[in-house]
């Protein structure tokens, strides 16, 4: 996992398939400037089926280190 700056915010990337890969929750929680950017992707998945769906599918969940230095699983 590497970092990205935008607008000098942290967002995560890392190589999959020899393609950089953006934290989607990261990218939301800057675009939105909200405290729990998880919970807001969630509910935006709720509102709008089409979307849920599209993020299902066309974007897997990846091993990224978090800011406590653990490897999970993020959007």
């Known amino acids: 996992?590497?970092?990205?700056?935008?607008?000098?915010?942290?967002?995560?990337?890392?190589?999959?398939?020899?393609?950089w890969w953006f934290s989607v929750v990261d990218v939301v929680g800057i675009l939105t400037?909200?405290?729990?950017?998880?919970?807001?992707?969630k509910k935006i998945r709720k509102?709008?089926?089409?979307?849920?769906i599209y993020l299902g599918t066309?974007?897997?969940q990846l091993e990224m280190v978090t800011d406590?230095?653990?490897k999970r699983k993020s959007e």
């Open 58 to 60: 066309n974007c897997p």
């Open 47 to 52: 509102r709008d089926k089409e979307l849920g």
């Open 33 to 41: 400037d909200s405290e729990n950017p998880t919970d807001y992707l």
């Open 1 to 19: 996992t590497q970092i990205a700056l935008f607008k000098g915010k942290e967002i995560r990337k890392t190589i999959y398939n020899n393609e």
């Open 68 to 70: 406590t230095g653990k």
